[in-house]
């Protein structure tokens, strides 16, 4: 059984492409035969986070258009056997792209892999009603910020009433643990009071991120980075184990308070 | 009962019961009563020409009596509205300020204000214990 999973969030810049390319990694690590698709034409980074745009010859309007096959525009990765890109244009914008075609492009690849995992542009427009359009399941990310939990649960809502998902799963982006600490962050309760969706893990804010996405080499290939772990234990929950959340604070209430909210308290 | 005082109208006009959390740019518009049995979140709107009952935590705007109807009332489990609107009467969350009650609240309004006070009101659930 294939999973076709969008990877969404409303507000821009709270780290879809990267979770987008961390659980694909981390998946195809671990065996599974992957592929991610950048919904976000005209603004298209996941070639880059994954350090293949280099390879960049057809993409997904190409397709579309019929210039060329949907194997033709898959990019193999060069870490692992398993990892595919399926890139699309920098140079048009997202009319090129139609709910339909998500689809019809989505129902093809789901044939040949177990994990088809789309990377959504910001916003609640055209691209992203197709980048849902072809999509069974949603990963929500947010960061622990007010406006970007209320455009969160913005997401949540046309999800549901616009492509039929329910119960997407939370991935809470940038934790920064001295701010939490201190009491000047929204705290993981707050923002699970009000979305009330089930958390699939939360990573820290740390540089590794930053540096590892620069080179092209998503973070969880890391062994010893803390949020390559947390991207690590992301995929297991994916995949059904049940992996407690991660120490990110010395405070004993803190990681209970987490243990609860994710259902193993 | 004070209760059915409370909700005057709530047994005679015709009612709409909503299931589940109303998300933000979510909204629910009726000329009757409207009961949410969930969550109302910031960003979401509900307006009703009668009262409006919210099982669960109210914090985005609800506008009760819309069409001009003053004894028209808002009650919710926990009341921690953006906004609060009663006929013509507006009243809006205290800037900055985190305002936490404990327990199910009645808003309505009273010589020209919107006062919001605990629901069912204490002195009576005592009472009844
Ligand atoms: N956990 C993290 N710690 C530190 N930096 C991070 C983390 N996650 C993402 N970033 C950085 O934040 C920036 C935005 O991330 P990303 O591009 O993944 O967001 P996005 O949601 O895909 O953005 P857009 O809406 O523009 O598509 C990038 O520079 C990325 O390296
Ligand atoms: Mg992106």
New interface residues.
């Given amino acids: 059984m294939s999973e076709v999973i969008v990877v969404t969030s409303g507000k821009g810049g709270v780290g879809k492409t990267t979770v987008t390319a961390n659980i694909g990694c981390g998946l195809a690590m671990l065996g599974y035969k992957v592929v991610l698709v950048d919904a976000d034409t005209g603004l298209r980074n996941l070639d880059v986070v994954l350090g293949m745009e280099n390879r960049i010859v057809f993409d997904l309007t190409d397709v579309i258009e019929e210039k060329c096959r949907l194997r033709q525009a898959l990019i193999k990765d060069r870490r692992f056997e398993e990892l595919f890109l399926l890139p699309t244009a920098q140079t048009k914008d997202k009319s090129a792209v139609t709910p339909k075609d998500m689809q019809n492009i989505c129902s093809q690849l789901r044939e040949h892999f177990d994990y088809v995992i789309v990377d959504s542009p910001a916003g609640i427009e055209q691209g992203f009603q197709s980048a849902v359009a072809g999509v069974e399941k949603a990963i929500v990310v947010t960061v622990p910020e007010v406006a970007a939990v209320r455009d969160a649960d913005r997401v949540v809502g046309l999800l549901e009433a616009k492509a039929e998902i329910r119960d997407p799963k939370l991935i809470i982006n940038r934790l920064r643990m001295q701010m939490v600490q201190r009491g000047d962050m929204m705290t993981l309760e707050d923002m699970h009071d009000i979305l009330g969706l089930e958390l699939l893990g939360v990573i820290p804010d740390d540089e590794q991120v930053v540096i590892a996405t620069n080179r092209g080499d998503p973070i969880v290939i890391n062994e010893n980075s803390l949020s390559g772990r947390a991207f690590k234990d992301i995929v297991r929950r994916m995949l059904g184990e049940p992996v407690p959340l991660m120490n990110l604070e010395n405070g004993e209430g803190f990681f209970n308070r987490l243990r609860r909210i994710i259902g193993l308290g | 009962m004070a209760v059915q005082h409370a909700l005057n109208g709530l047994n005679d006009s015709p009612t709409v019961l909503v299931e589940g959390?109303l998300?933000?740019?979510?909204s629910v518009s009726f000329e009757g009563n409207v009961v949410i049995l969930g969550?109302v979140?910031?960003?979401a709107q509900v307006t009703a020409g009668g009262n409006v009952v919210v099982m669960g935590?109210l914090?985005g705007t609800v506008h009760a009596g819309a069409a001009g109807n003053e004894q028209a009332v808002i009650v919710a489990f926990r009341l921690r509205p953006t906004q609060l609107r009663i006929a013509n009467y507006i009243a809006r969350s205290p800037d900055g300020e985190v305002f936490n009650p404990n327990q199910p609240e009645i808003a309505r309004v009273r010589d020209g204000i919107v006062v919001i006070e605990a629901f069912p009101p204490s002195g009576e659930r005592q009472g009844k214990k």
């Fill in positions: 959390i998300r933000s740019g979510q969550d979140n910031p960003g935590v914090r």
